[in-house]
């Protein structure tokens, strides 16, 4: 009875892992701080963790929307090991909405996709 019962947790633990969406990350390359001001430049960098071995969908197919901010350039998608994938944005801070700052990337696909957002604070 408990074999079943451990065999039987293992396996939902292993369905819970093999269905979960892609892993998006962010962190502050260059000018972290707690609040930014319009016109500070930030360098932020993505994190794209696959979770299945093969994804249908491309890297370039990550759909981003941008809420205060500017982007002034970006590198292309550069792989750290076998699953994990990154690229930088440098941005620029032109407005403050509720004195926030917002950068949401999504994935789509048939595996459940992916959806990370950032939030950062700006001072008014």
């Not at 293992?10 to 892992?17: D, E, F, G, S």
């Not at 550069?78 to 930088?88: D, F, H, L, T």
């Amino acid at each position: 009875m408990v074999k079943r019962l451990l065999l039987s947790l293992c396996l939902l633990l292993i369905i819970q892992v093999a269905i979960q969406a892609c892993k998006i990350e962010y962190s502050i390359v260059q000018n972290a701080k707690e609040a930014y001001s319009i016109g500070e430049e930030i360098i932020i960098e993505i994190k794209v963790t696959f979770t299945h071995r093969v994804c249908p969908v491309a890297l370039e197919e990550t759909k981003f929307k941008y809420k205060g901010i500017q982007i002034l350039g970006a590198t292309k998608w550069k792989q750290e090991s076998a699953m994990i994938y990154s690229r930088k944005i440098k941005t620029k801070v032109i407005e403050s909405n509720n004195n926030k700052i917002l950068i949401t990337a999504e994935r789509t696909c048939d595996n459940e996709g992916g959806f990370g957002t950032l939030e950062l604070i700006t001072l008014n």
